[in-house]
C-alpha cells in the first residue's frame, strides 16, 4: 500500500494481531487506540474489531510470493492440515455436544475420555504438521507452543481451554493457524471449504 493506503511500520504487528485473533475482547486500550484512530480497528460494544482495510492489508503483509518455492512448500502443508482440521472440529462439537445433540454436562467421564483420546489423536497427528511448517513460514513455531499450553491447561482440569473463544484455549490457537495460513496463501474461505472437502473425502478413500 502507497501514499494515504500506508499503514504505520510500528501498527503493522498489532493490525496482523488482531486480523488473525478476529477481535480483542475489552474496551479499546491505549495500545488499541492508535490502531483505532487510524481506521484499521473499530470499537464494538466489549470488542475492538480489524476493519476492511486493516483485513485487507494483513493480507498483503503476510501473502508469500505467488509461485514461488516458499508458496509451493506451504501449500503442501496447508493440504496436509485440512484433513486434521476437520476432525479438531469434530472433537470440539462432541466435547460441547453429545452425539443426540444434547448439551454434553460432563458428567459421564467416559465418554469426556473418549473425546480427550480424539484430541490427542488430533494432537499427535498436527505435530509433524507444524513442524514442516516451522521450516517453510518464520515464527509459526508460536502455534505449537499455543497448543501445547492450552492442552496442558485443558488437563489441568481448566475446561474452557480447549474450546472457549474468551482464551488463548486449543481452538482459538488453531483457528490463529488456519487464519495465517489463508492469508499467507491468498486463499478465500470458500475456496478453503471446498478443498477441505476434497482432501477428507480422498483421505477417508
Avoid at 80 to 88: E, Q, T
Avoid at 173 to 202: C, F, K, N
Wanted: charged fraction near 30%; hydrophobic fraction near 40%.
Amino acid at each position: 500500500m502507497t501514499g494515504s493506503d500506508a499503514v504505520d511500520e510500528t501498527l503493522t504487528e498489532a493490525v496482523v494481531d488482531l486480523v488473525l485473533r478476529g477481535m480483542w475482547r475489552g474496551a479499546p486500550e491505549s495500545e488499541h487506540r492508535p490502531l483505532v484512530d487510524a481506521g484499521l480497528a473499530m470499537a464494538k460494544g466489549p470488542m475492538v474489531l480489524p476493519t476492511e482495510r486493516a483485513k485487507a492489508t494483513a493480507a498483503q503483509l503476510l501473502r508469500v510470493p505467488a509461485g514461488s518455492e516458499q508458496e509451493e512448500r506451504i501449500t503442501a502443508v496447508y493440504e496436509a492440515f485440512l484433513p486434521v482440521n476437520r476432525k479438531i472440529r469434530e472433537v470440539c462439537t462432541a466435547w460441547q455436544c453429545r452425539p443426540d445433540g444434547s448439551a454434553n454436562d460432563h458428567t459421564d467421564t467416559v465418554y469426556d475420555a473418549e473425546v480427550r483420546e480424539s484430541l490427542e489423536d488430533v494432537h499427535e497427528a498436527i505435530q509433524p504438521v507444524l513442524r514442516r511448517l516451522e521450516r517453510v513460514l518464520a515464527g509459526s513455531g508460536r502455534y505449537m507452543t499455543g497448543l501445547d499450553e492450552a492442552l496442558d491447561r485443558f488437563d489441568d482440569g481448566a475446561v474452557e481451554w480447549l474450546a472457549s473463544p474468551l482464551c488463548d484455549s486449543y481452538h482459538t490457537v488453531w483457528m490463529r493457524l488456519h487464519q495465517e495460513l489463508l492469508l499467507v496463501l491468498g486463499i478465500s474461505r470458500a475456496q478453503d471449504e471446498v478443498l477441505e472437502e476434497e482432501l477428507v473425502r480422498r483421505s477417508r478413500g
